[in-house]
């Protein structure tokens, strides 16, 4: 394709620090295309947007979407890729840990035929161990139970191609895991390698708490096999129990002069069975969760404000 549209889509919350140096390694980037630039404010409580207004004022290819509140990264991207109009869709995050230079790669795998350009780290040594070792484990445990592969060491960062941008912006579920939506798809895929950097400014918005809710929220949405797990631990606990029943009556009748009961065997038992029965709820309130949110059918942001669009 000799002429097409780049639409890049940045979601950012507090990221009033991250602007300025963003454009200025992002805009020399796109100048050979004919794109649009589309921001993504997600309830900023900070000058994030005016900042960024400053830029719209001056350049009408630059664009931005407010959030009446904090509707989350992935909700933030939804409406990037609703309002972008570009043959294919770049999104990355403010912080230019995904250096922006790679994104003519990007394109030229586009044009090669790509629907979908996953950017891929390579070295993540300005992770610390702890985020490096639960970003491995997390990926092992969602494809172990997902079943759709979903790619290794790949964030938000990627390129699409506007079909499956469509496919995006048209599914109408409400819990959104793109990077699973985006694999599911089963589009053509390729990959840009590049070394991840630093975090410009700023603190990381996914702390542990975060992550780990991010983690139960693609396992989720992607797999129905934690329920079956539940299933399994139920049958186990079970079995358990009525062994303990027939080594208890077995006891009772052929060693009734050696038989001494203690709370150690009924404390273990109710323990075990309990946990197993907290563990089973709680998986199957996390479904339930995504059902009541799903009947709800509430909108997935609200916009407050548009500048350029």
Not at 244 to 258: H, M, R, S, T
Not at 272 to 285: K, S
């Amino acid at each position: 394709m000799n002429h097409f549209t780049l639409s890049v889509i940045v979601p950012v919350y507090n990221e009033e620090k991250n602007i300025d140096s963003l454009l200025k390694r992002l805009l020399p980037v796109l100048e050979p295309y004919d794109y649009e630039l589309i921001f993504i404010d997600d309830g900023s409580q900070d000058t994030t947007a005016s900042k960024i207004k400053q830029y719209c004022s001056t350049d009408k290819r630059i664009k931005l979407i407010r959030f009446s509140r904090n509707f989350g990264h992935q909700r933030a991207l939804s409406a990037g890729y609703a309002k972008a109009t570009g043959d294919c869709v770049i999104s990355m995050d403010s912080d230019l840990q995904d250096p922006p230079e790679v994104i003519p790669s990007m394109v030229e795998k586009w044009q090669k035929g790509a629907k979908i350009v996953y950017g891929k780290r390579m070295k993540r040594d300005v992770d610390s161990w702890f985020k490096v070792i639960t970003a491995r484990g997390f990926y092992w445990f969602i494809n172990t139970l997902s079943t759709v592969p979903i790619p290794k060491d790949v964030g938000d960062f990627r390129l699409l191609d506007r079909v499956v941008v469509d496919f995006i912006v048209h599914l109408p579920e409400q819990s959104r895991f793109l990077r699973g939506l985006v694999a599911w798809s089963g589009y053509p895929a390729a990959y840009v390698e590049y070394d991840r950097g630093e975090r410009h400014a700023g603190e990381t918005h996914y702390p542990f708490g975060k992550m780990v809710a991010f983690a139960f929220e693609a396992i989720t949405t992607f797999s129905t096999k934690p329920l079956r797990i539940a299933s399994w631990m139920g049958f186990i606990g079970a079995t358990f129990g009525f062994l303990g029943i027939i080594y208890a009556v077995l006891g009772k009748i052929f060693l009734p002069d050696y038989w001494v009961t203690g709370w150690t065997a009924l404390f273990v038992a109710i323990t075990f069975i309990g946990g197993v029965q907290l563990i089973t709820i709680g998986i199957m309130g996390e479904y339930i969760d995504k059902i009541y949110t799903e009947i709800q059918k509430r909108p997935m942001y609200i916009i407050s404000e548009e500048v350029n669009l």
